[in-house]
């Protein structure tokens, strides 16, 4: 078990450019989050998928994000045209629900802290 | 909706001397309830965690939390700190379905800082 990674861990874009970026969760866990967590906050939830399907978005997620998981491994979100306020540490988590299930855990990466200049 | 409050954004311990952390939530129902610690840039390492049975949770690094019903509470304690321990402390708060835990409420944070 090789624990949640993301990449990159830093990230420093100009205003406008786009972003994209990669989590890999704990292997065989079904279940992937994405939440934003800015300066002096808790996180906040963005989406997450079960397997590959992306079963809900925050209103935080606005039409510049965008987030995949195409074979229900990896997944990656991505931030076009951004803007200074983006600029936070992007989390991913994974977790296992077992079917029938009613625990679910959630074990987080280290994150992916953007800076949009 | 549900939602997390951590009254205290900074509390400042000796080192040696016993620890509580406030957490109160708002749910419906009975939730799941989670305590996280985070290093400086770092991403977040789960301490323990309720779902459901003793209301008294055992965890990692000397952690423990009890969850009280009629107060709304999970607050988190040790009984001697470390100058490890230091860090920034959050609870969760997460909704009780079919489906699981799916997303995870946050409290904003307890800053913990300990002094020799």
């Known amino acids: 078990d090789t624990g949640v990674s993301q990449d990159p861990r830093h990230k420093i874009t100009k205003r406008g450019q786009n972003v994209t970026f990669r989590c890999d969760p704990i292997s065989e866990h079904n279940r992937l989050y994405w939440y934003r967590q800015t300066l002096g906050q808790g996180p906040e939830f963005l989406t997450y998928?079960?397997?590959?399907?992306?079963?809900?978005k925050s209103r935080l997620l606005s039409d510049r994000f965008s987030a995949e998981r195409p074979k229900g491994s990896f997944s990656t979100l991505e931030i076009q045209r951004t803007e200074q306020g983006d600029s936070a540490m992007y989390l991913c988590?994974?977790?296992?629900?077992?079917?029938?299930?009613?625990?679910?855990?959630?074990?987080f990466g280290p994150g992916t802290r953007l800076t949009v200049l | 909706a549900q939602s997390v409050t951590q009254p205290d954004i900074h509390i400042t311990v000796s080192e040696g001397a016993s620890l509580e952390l406030r957490c109160n939530y708002s749910y419906g129902a009975t939730p799941y309830l989670f305590w996280y610690v985070q290093s400086p840039g770092q991403g977040l390492q789960l301490l323990l965690k309720?779902?459901?049975?003793?209301?008294l949770v055992q965890g990692i690094k000397g952690f423990e939390a009890e969850f009280k019903r009629s107060q709304s509470s999970f607050n988190l304690r040790k009984p001697s700190v470390h100058w490890s321990d230091a860090a920034e402390y959050f609870c969760?708060?997460?909704?009780?379905?079919?489906?699981?835990?799916?997303?995870?409420?946050f409290g904003t944070g307890t800053r913990l800082t300990i002094i020799p």
């Open positions: 969760a708060v997460g909704p009780i379905s079919n489906f699981g835990n799916e997303k995870l409420t």
């Open positions: 998928f079960q397997n590959e399907a992306q079963l809900e």
């Open positions: 988590a994974s977790s296992s629900l077992i079917a029938g299930g009613l625990e679910d855990t959630q074990y």
């Open positions: 309720y779902f459901s049975g003793d209301t």
